[in-house]
């Protein structure tokens, strides 16, 4: 398993798509398209069909958590989205759909003391402020960003959705 990690790792990287060990965490910003998703909106929707499904969050912490995400997007760039709002006992969808197979996912509480962080895919976070980018080549990391680790979904996450605790 973890040779096939590693596998892809390198695979990824050669490809260019911005998923980069966190010490070379450089992509290459293009215009992003549309406005970043929204927060929880009330009950979950059903899933969509096809490669894309609903990201459904539920914070069951004591603490308000924010969401971002990282996920691929046509043309093979790879768009960065922060902060989705969940205050504790929440839980619902993000709006929109995203893709199944290149979606990641990272939250945190306001100032960043907890984190709720993955080894899968990196990227660079503003933990102040909200983001949303899409990404092609190289990027460094601006001043007020810093580089964090992504978890990818899962089948089980994917249907039931991924629940944040103390």
Sequence with gaps: MKA????LAVAVCGLGLGLLPAAHAQFKPTPAPGGAPSGPAGPSQPQATGDQ????????????LFVAMLYKVDGGA???VGWVPYKPGVCGPVSGT???????????DAPGNVSYSGKDAYGC???SDGFDRTVSGD??????????????????????GITLTD
């Design 4 to 7: 096939w990690k590693s596998a």
């Design 53 to 64: 499904f609903t990201f459904k969050v539920c914070n069951r912490s004591k603490v308000p």
């Design 78 to 80: 790879w768009r960065t």
């Design 98 to 108: 995203f893709p199944r197979n290149d979606f990641y996912w990272y939250a945190e």
């Design 125 to 127: 976070i503003n933990s």
């Design 139 to 160: 990027y460094q990391c601006a001043p007020n960003e810093k580089v964090v680790g992504f978890t990818k979904i899962d089948a089980r996450s994917i249907n039931e």
